[in-house]
């Protein structure tokens, strides 16, 4: 009878086993259902922090780019992004995608951008990381880019953001500066263009 149950149990976990197996073929990236397909007609934006980028090396590689293919957005801002060969790694996973890395790096914290060829054209000299000499307000340089969005005919100024963490008072005030500098730069440079700001703000917008 103890034979009887052990040969039971070792085939109730190969069963299970299988399951498993079977299960995570199916679903390879369990973010894909947190995402919604975009609107091909409108220029669609998304930003992403991927926390040291490739954290995890190839098995993060495949993670991202199934979440972006599902996605289907036009143009996505990065941060955290560790070097320009990790941004090229990543292009290879995608399809029709191509990529930018900022001109200022900031070690495994830096900036890119990634696009959609049929849907955005790169404006010719548009590509600058801007503040780079001012460290207290902008610890990493903004990455401003200009972008042509095909099916609408739409040009917009993007402005790739990630701002000091923390909670404490100073880091606060760091924030406070970095964002009433932004706004006197782009009332100065851009007060006619259309201009999206996106990126990783490290804070809570309130009234």
């Known amino acids: 009878m103890k ?41 669609q934006v998304a930003t992403m922090n991927l926390q040291e980028f490739p954290k995890n090396g190839k098995s993060t590689m495949r993670m991202v780019g199934s979440l972006i293919q599902q996605m289907d957005v036009d143009v996505i801002a990065l941060q955290e992004i560790s070097n320009r060969n990790s941004i090229d790694e990543l292009i290879k996973e995608l399809k029709g995608w191509s990529g930018l ?4 790096a900031s070690g495994s914290m830096s900036l890119a951008y990634l696009y959609k060829n049929a849907e955005i054209e790169l404006v010719a000299n548009s590509v600058e990381a801007i503040f780079t000499g001012d460290n207290t307000a902008f610890p990493r340089p903004p990455f ?30 760091r ?12 009332d100065e440079n851009m007060p006619n263009d259309k201009v999206v700001v996106l990126g990783d703000f490290n804070d809570r917008i309130s009234a």
């Open 144 to 173: 401003k880019i200009k972008v042509h969005h095909k099916p609408s005919g739409e040009e917009i100024y993007l402005i790739n953001l990630h701002l000091k963490a923390m909670s404490d008072a100073a880091s606060v005030n």
């Open 3 to 43: 034979l009887a149950y052990f040969f039971l149990f070792i085939f109730a976990v190969l069963c299970f086993l299988s399951c498993s197996d079977e299960d995570e073929k199916q679903q390879t990236n369990p973010f894909v259902f947190c995402v919604d397909n975009a609107d091909a007609a409108k220029l």
């Open 175 to 186: 924030r406070k500066e970095a964002a009433a500098k932004l706004k006197n730069y782009m």
């Open 101 to 104: 890395f900022t001109p200022s």
